[in-house]
């Protein structure tokens, strides 16, 4: 069940909403397919993989981790971003765009972690040829350490509902044309953002809490509070078109 080698996209994290703690990262698992317990401030290592939504499901009909071999996603031209930030601390994750292409992945992704105890959220759209989602909220949960769950949160589209350059797909996805972005001759950065937060208890049973303190700020955008992401592209939301 390891993971076969996929291409590797660029990966920046942006720790937007705490300061990095001075505690000492504990996990020595640096792998997204090995199974670990945390502790808060560790540092704990998750991949998103990038395919078509048919590709994450044996037979289409039981999904499976991007960890399992018999989805032979690296052989389907799978992308792969790996992320490692610092437990129970809201971060802001961010892939670059200007060289890859969603829609031309399969246009979906699956966040994952773990072997034994495999932990893959559902399948989130991402892009298609008419329409690109950019902004997502992921959460981790944890119980006694160990990673459970993974989930996308959406709002809804309330974060745009009051914007008429956005599109809400299926009541929950604000999005933007595709033809607007940089890497499709348009001038809108459409690189992803995946605002994170956990939830749950680590190994020595301490609550996570940074998912209560972004259900605090949902009536506002982590990219808007933090000044040195000012060009970030939520900022260029009010630019489209």
């Not at 044996?58 to 991007?66: K, V």
């Not at 119980?143 to 797909?169: H, I």
Request: contains cysteine; positive net charge.
């Amino acid at each position: 069940m390891a993971m076969a080698i996929w291409p590797i996209l660029m990966v920046a994290m942006v720790v937007a909403a705490a300061a990095v703690s001075d505690a000492a990262d504990t996990n020595g698992v640096h792998q997204p397919c090995a199974d670990t317990k945390i502790q808060r401030s560790d540092g704990f290592t998750f991949g998103i993989a990038f395919s078509s939504k048919n590709n994450f499901y044996n037979d289409q009909s039981h999904q499976l981790s991007p960890c399992d071999r018999r989805l032979s996603l690296s052989s389907l031209g799978s992308q792969l971003a790996l992320f490692r930030p610092r437990v129970d601390e809201i971060s802001l994750l961010s892939i670059n765009t200007s060289t890859f292409f969603p829609d031309l992945n399969g246009g979906y992704m699956v966040a994952f972690a773990g072997r034994k105890y495999a932990a893959r959220s559902l399948p989130a759209f991402v892009a298609n040829s008419t329409y690109t989602v950019t902004s997502f909220t992921l959460v981790l949960e944890f119980q006694k350490g160990r990673l459970q769950n993974l989930y996308w949160k959406r709002d809804g589209c309330a974060s745009c509902s009051s914007k008429s350059n956005f599109v809400c797909l299926n009541k929950q996805d604000c999005a933007i044309r595709t033809s607007s972005c940089k890497n499709r001759g348009g001038s809108v950065d459409c690189s992803l953002g995946i605002q994170l937060a956990f939830s749950g208890t680590d190994k020595h049973l301490m609550a996570l809490n940074s998912w209560y303190e972004v259900e605090n700020l949902r009536q506002y955008s982590l990219y808007g509070l933090y000044s040195n992401l000012k060009n970030s592209l939520t900022s260029q939301y009010n630019n489209f078109f």
